[in-house]
């Protein structure tokens, strides 16, 4: 079974900083594509950002370019989600995907594995 636990949620005020990891287990990922999402309540689940197989190419959305930085360990087989400068619109439920391919992409269908989310509120 192919498992995807995040964690590292939390409760924090608007211009504060979060680490969010993802921890997979089940299948060696050091082949897959790594992604995050996340879902406010009554929204779609949107795009955060991506990092390829390798590590060498990262993606984001344009509404955390510049304050968001993803990055994967392979030899953890873990990746992570460094958040800074938070804004109360960044509230959610974080969720962590890999695709069984080594290029990245910014669409929920592309993933074939997720995990089960981690809820990140920031307070104005």
């Known amino acids: 079974q192919v498992q995807l636990v995040e964690s590292g949620g939390g409760l924090v005020q608007a211009g504060g900083s979060l680490r969010l990891s993802c921890a997979a287990s089940?299948?060696?990922?050091?082949?897959?594509?790594r992604g995050w999402f996340r879902q406010a309540p009554g929204k779609e689940r949107e795009f955060v950002a991506a990092?390829?197989?390798?590590?060498?190419?990262?993606f984001y959305a344009d509404s955390v370019k510049g304050r968001f930085t993803i990055s994967r360990n392979n030899a953890k087989r873990t990746v992570y989600l460094h958040m800074n400068s938070l804004e109360p619109e960044d509230t959610a439920v974080y969720y962590c995907?890999?695709?069984?391919?080594?290029?990245?992409?910014?669409?929920?269908?592309?993933?074939?594995?997720w995990g089960r989310g981690t809820q990140v509120t920031v307070s104005s």
């Open positions: 990092i390829s197989a390798s590590g060498d190419s990262t």
């Open positions: 995907a890999a695709r069984n391919r080594p290029l990245i992409r910014d669409v929920t269908s592309d993933y074939d594995y």
């Open positions: 089940g299948r060696s990922f050091s082949f897959y594509a």
